[in-house]
Every structure is written in structure tokens, then in C-alpha cells.
Nanobody
Framework: QVQLVESGGGLVQAGGSLRLSCTAS????????MGWYRQAPGKQRELVAT???????NYADAVKGRFTISRDNAKNTVILQMNSLEADDTAVYYC???????????WGQGTQVTVSS
């Protein structure tokens, strides 16, 4: 079992920045993939960015150059730094984790990000 707790969402003007944080209930050294997905009203959940314990990050085309994902395994945390936010970034953002040896994925409860234009 893995519990994921997100923080850092909120309301920001277009062009602004937000930093999302997700802390896992177990050591992230035991988690292969961590990342962020988002879901806007009336749309399907979509990938934002993922990062493996070893390897380079993966980003959706829509956020490349604006968002940066990072892991702090000592703090069991994954961070999403979001810059140059746009109205289309408005969504509920969900933290994601796939531990080694597990067949299922784990999700956080979601945090709302609202970008006003």
C-alpha cells in the first residue's frame, strides 16, 4: 500500500507559477515511477509528467519547457514546478506512483489548480 498526499494547488493568474508537492507513505526508493496527471472538467485524465527512480523525466507536449518534475527520495517526495501557467492548465492535478513489484497504480486525492486569464 502507498498513500500519496498532495499539496500546493491554488488560484494563480496566467503567467504565474505554482509548485505542487506529493509525499508518499513509503520510501520512494521502492517506487519505480512517480508523476502527475491532470483532469479538466469534461475531459479525460491526462499525463502531465513522470519520472522514474533512475532515468530522465517524461513530459506531455503541452507542458514541455514550462513544467519541471523532480524527486527527492530522501524526503519521499515528488515535486512539479509549474511556470508560465496558462488558462488551459486549469485542472485537478493527481499524484501517481507505481512501486516496484506491484501490479496496481496508486493515486493521490487530487489538488485543484486554477489559472485565471
Amino acid at each position: 500500500q502507498v498513500q500519496l498526499v498532495e499539496s500546493g494547488g491554488g488560484l494563480v493568474q496566467a503567467g504565474g507559477s505554482l509548485r505542487l508537492s506529493c509525499t508518499a507513505s513509503r520510501s520512494t526508493f521502492s517506487i519505480d515511477v512517480m508523476g502527475w496527471y491532470r483532469q479538466a472538467p469534461g475531459k479525460q485524465r491526462e499525463l502531465v509528467a513522470t519520472i522514474r527512480r533512475v532515468g530522465t523525466p517524461n513530459y506531455a507536449d503541452a507542458v514541455k519547457g514550462r513544467f519541471t518534475i523532480s524527486r527527492d527520495n530522501a524526503k519521499n517526495t515528488v515535486i512539479l514546478q509549474m511556470n508560465s501557467l496558462e488558462a488551459d492548465d486549469t485542472a485537478v492535478y493527481y499524484c501517481y506512483a507505481k512501486p516496484y513489484g506491484f501490479v496496481r497504480d496508486y493515486w493521490g486525492q487530487g489538488t485543484q489548480v486554477t489559472v485565471s486569464s
